[in-house]
């Protein structure tokens, strides 16, 4: 039968905008000082999922809980399983907001909250188009999981867990990426690099914090220092701010002078879209004799870390046909007198490097002193354009958007499409659309996310039915 999707789509906008307010309310963040067995990456994201998971219920699906740490609702019967891979968690909020993040807000026809794109928003969306599939009484000759972890913005805990205990799927896609279809995503990786905690001299560090998460580019920064003539250095950063794209004050107080930076966040596997706090205030500082441990943590964010994303400065500038550049995001600044200093670089690599590569290369730049350590990391992922999984979502893209131009994309970001073989990812971000993942103010049109929905129907009926 024929099936008008989009019509189909706005029968459930109600319902679906009840829900994911719901879902949106949720701070689901991922916080281990609030860890317990049964909250084993806090209260949020064990909340958000069983709150998904009670509304997958309340809509007869069958649904599984495993550990609080993932979940899915399943329909249908096969020997296959198509996955639809989407996730609870999001990003801290941060400040710089206009709207309170955990109260969704619609303004001029755009959804605000924390979660609004990445990946509630889109992820309910293809929720409420397997929900449509289920209604419609399609027959299906694949099982169909639509399975949420609770850690994608950190080290995929949740979804790792599920690979571990449960079939892994034929084929899938995860909503949380940009339409028209993502089938290559670079390799992930993030460098730990360690300072000492000399910090005394003329000028001395007393504290510099910058960062939420490591792939995350810090829309804020401050340090705290001492001074043998503050008023020349607060002349100095007033004329540094006026020279540079940030804003940011100067105050004193009892523990010192503290200078505070306020950049633009972004998404960290583009560090281009976002202004680093941190870097720019590293730089700053760098010019002045801080001592030891202190000047090489400044002086080596200065000279070799800088607004310098594709990490030339570190003779790692590297580019593959296929998949384009390597990409760095310095994400997390650290100094205090009692640990020293802490950098988490987070590379998106192409084929052609390795993170050993990397890591050596880090590692023979380093003043000495400073070591480099290299955490898990992914490899890259690619899925070929004839792939039938690639070759069906593209045609249901165009089908519904008239868009006939659009080619299958190759980004630096992560999604858990890569888990799989024969994973990509699809929407919901539409090309039109400004990306506000991971920032302030984050947003997503409602009109996007009903054409989504309609996407995301129609190409779970393309995926698990016979056509």
Do not use: C
């Amino acid at each position: 039968m024929t099936i008008d999707w989009q019509a189909e789509a706005a029968k459930h906008q109600a319902d679906y905008l009840a829900d994911l307010s719901t879902m949106l309310r949720v701070p689901s963040f991922r916080d281990d000082s609030q860890a317990t067995p049964d909250a084993p990456l806090g209260p949020g994201p064990r909340e958000a999922l069983t709150t998904f998971l009670a509304i997958a219920e309340r809509d007869g699906f069958k649904t599984k809980n495993i550990d609080n740490l993932v979940g899915y609702a399943e329909y249908g019967d096969g020997d296959e399983t198509l996955a639809v891979l989407a996730h609870v968690d999001e990003m801290p909020a941060g400040n710089g907001w206009e709207t309170d993040p955990f109260e969704p807000t619609i303004k001029d026809g755009k959804l605000y909250a924390r979660g609004a794109s990445d990946d509630k928003g889109p992820g309910m969306a293809a929720y409420y188009g397997l929900k449509m599939v289920k209604e419609l009484g399609l027959k299906l000759n694949k099982k169909v999981r639509f399975i949420v972890g609770t850690d994608e913005e950190s080290n995929w805990t949740g979804m790792k867990r599920y690979f571990e205990v449960e079939p892994a799927p034929t084929l899938g896609f995860s909503p949380d990426a940009e339409f028209p279809l993502i089938n290559g995503e670079k390799g992930n990786v993030s460098l730990q690099v360690h300072f000492g905690n000399q910090a005394a001299g003329t000028f001395e560090l007393k504290r510099f914090d910058s960062g939420l998460r490591e792939n995350m580019v810090p829309r804020e920064a401050v340090a705290v220092i001492t001074t043998p003539a503050d008023d020349q250095v607060v002349t100095n950063f007033e004329a540094f701010l006026a020279a540079q794209p940030i804003t940011g004050q100067a105050t004193q107080d009892d523990a010192g002078l503290k200078l505070e930076v306020v950049g633009k966040a972004a998404h960290g596997m583009e560090p281009r879209n976002g202004i680093n706090a941190g870097t720019y205030l590293a730089t700053f500082l760098s010019q002045y004799a801080f001592a030891a441990d202190a000047q090489d943590f400044l002086g080596f964010i200065a000279t070799k870390l800088h607004d310098d994303s594709r990490v030339t400065q570190l003779d790692l500038a590297f580019t593959d046909d296929v998949m384009g550049d390597l990409t760095m995001n310095v994400g997390l600044l650290h100094f205090d007198q009692q640990a020293g200093g802490a950098l988490t670089l987070n590379f998106r690599y192409p084929k052609g490097i390795e993170p050993a590569d990397l890591t050596k290369k880090i590692a023979s730049e380093l003043p000495a002193g400073a070591t480099v350590t290299q955490g898990d990391f992914m490899v890259p992922h690619y899925v070929d354009p004839s792939d039938p999984i690639v070759k069906d979502l593209m045609a249901v893209y165009r089908r519904q958007t008239g868009d006939a131009d659009s080619q299958p994309e190759i980004v630096g970001g992560g999604t858990y499409g890569r888990m799989m073989a024969r994973g990509v990812a699809f929407g919901a971000l539409f090309p039109h659309t400004e990306d506000t993942m991971h920032q302030a103010n984050e947003f997503q049109p409602i009109d996007d996310l009903m054409a989504a929905m309609a996407i995301y129907g129609e190409s779970i009926a393309v995926l698990a039915t016979d056509k």
